[in-house]
């Protein structure tokens, strides 16, 4: 070996490990990313909303909320399936099967689009139409009470995202709602 080859070695040996660190990095990212979510559950509870609005005020006994559109709704504290209650520009949504119960989303902030009510999930199926969420349930009051509960939305006209052909929904796990409670993105 000459001596020019003797001072490259180290170089190239180096050269050499960081080209394996990001292979194995790529590959650690790619199983992470294409990592499969939860089982979609064909038997479980659907919820689905009633009454889905935009909220215009909070009434002072906190148990009335306004909708944009001028209707008046109640909810009261033990039927809340989201952490705690609405707040002006949050979207409502409201069902009363299997009993009354309401879900509140903020308004998106930052980066998230104008007009997105945005929700991270734990697992997204488009079906029958339809995109069937698994989202917090933020009214667990017993430790078998589930982590996550379904949600079924309608799909909008415009709705943008990656899934496979048995309807996995691909991406993060951001759901987009719009303010009459469609399924406008999922990334």
Known sequence: MTQYENRRSPRRSRDAAVRVAIAVSGIALATACS??????????????????????????????????????????????????????????????????????????????????????????????????????????????DPLNVYFRFPLATNFAARYEANGDLIGRGWLCLNQIGQAIAYD
């Open 35 to 144: 990592r499969p979510g939860p089982q979609y559950d064909t038997n479980a509870l659907k919820y689905v909303a009633e009454t889905v609005g935009v909220v215009a005020a909070v009434h002072s006994d906190s148990h009335s909320y306004e909708l944009v559109n001028g209707q008046h709704v109640t909810v009261e504290n033990d039927e809340w399936l989201s952490n705690g209650s609405a707040q002006p520009s949050d979207l409502l949504l409201l069902g009363s099967a299997p009993q009354a119960w309401g879900y509140a989303i903020p308004a998106g902030v930052g980066a998230v689009p104008n007009g997105c009510f945005q929700i991270l999930v734990a697992g997204a199926w488009v079906r029958d139409g339809s995109m069937d969420a698994l989202m917090p349930n933020g009214n667990r009051q017993y430790p078998s």
